[in-house]
């Protein structure tokens, strides 16, 4: 009997290579959400004059501040969307990595900003924010490390982490404006201090709970990767 030898000279290819785009059904909408985001929340910071800033007097830098850690968060927000869209690891891993280093040094940066200008936001929910700001910081390096050491599974892990401290911002914005839309008679600093905790909180949790169920799952790495 003869051999189909289709079956021996096909290339295999990694698993999630073979996935169509429109199988990713979370890609389009994550990254309306984040437009959607970023417009709301930037255009009413410009021009300085008319933006709803908290009383800096005696830091005349706190608004130049506060526009390069707009700049790093918007650039960070942007690029994430493509760090974990799987089609573009895998098919176009060039741009993997250079949108991966926008966004960690966009990442570092507006978070140490961020921790500068902190004390200015309202006390109401600092604790909150801190909290968050280091645990972006430490994720993203972190996450720049292992890819260093091209440990691919620790990068990948600590780089959702990131993903999900990030993304943690939408989440208050939804909560605060859900409540107001609603008519929801809350207290504004339980409002805001639990905006400030629960966007994180959930979505490291989320992440934590995606990256139990996907392990043992093959990474699906661009072929001079594995």
Do not use: K
Request: glycine share 6%; proline share 8%; net charge positive.
């Amino acid at each position: 009997m003869a051999l189909d030898t289709r079956e021996l000279t096909a290339p295999a290819g990694p698993p999630s290579a073979r996935v169509q785009w429109w199988r990713r059904p979370w890609i389009a909408p994550l990254a309306l959400i984040v437009v959607a985001y970023l417009i709301f929340q930037i255009r009413p910071y410009v021009p300085e004059s008319t933006a709803p800033l908290p009383d800096h007097q005696g830091f005349p830098l706190y608004y130049p501040l506060l526009v390069v850690h707009m700049i790093g968060g918007t650039l960070a927000m942007l690029t994430v969307i493509l760090q974990v869209w799987p089609r573009i690891r895998v098919h176009h891993p060039t741009v993997h990595r250079i949108s991966g280093r926008v966004y960690v040094v966009s990442a570092l940066v507006s978070a140490v900003i961020g921790l500068i200008i902190v004390r200015f936001a309202p006390p109401v929910g600092q604790i909150g924010v801190v909290c968050a700001t280091l645990l972006w910081f430490a994720f993203t390096l972190t996450g720049f490390v292992w890819a260093r050491r091209r440990d691919w599974e620790r990068h990948r892990r600590f780089m959702l982490y990131s993903f999900a401290i990030v993304m943690n911002n939408v989440w208050g914005v939804l909560i605060v404006n859900t409540i107001f839309a609603f008519g929801i008679q809350i207290d504004f600093n339980y409002l805001l201090e639990g905006a400030r905790w629960i966007g994180w909180v959930a979505n490291l949790m989320i992440v934590q709970w995606w990256l139990y169920r996907t392990a043992g799952r093959p990474l699906g790495l661009p072929a001079r990767r594995r």
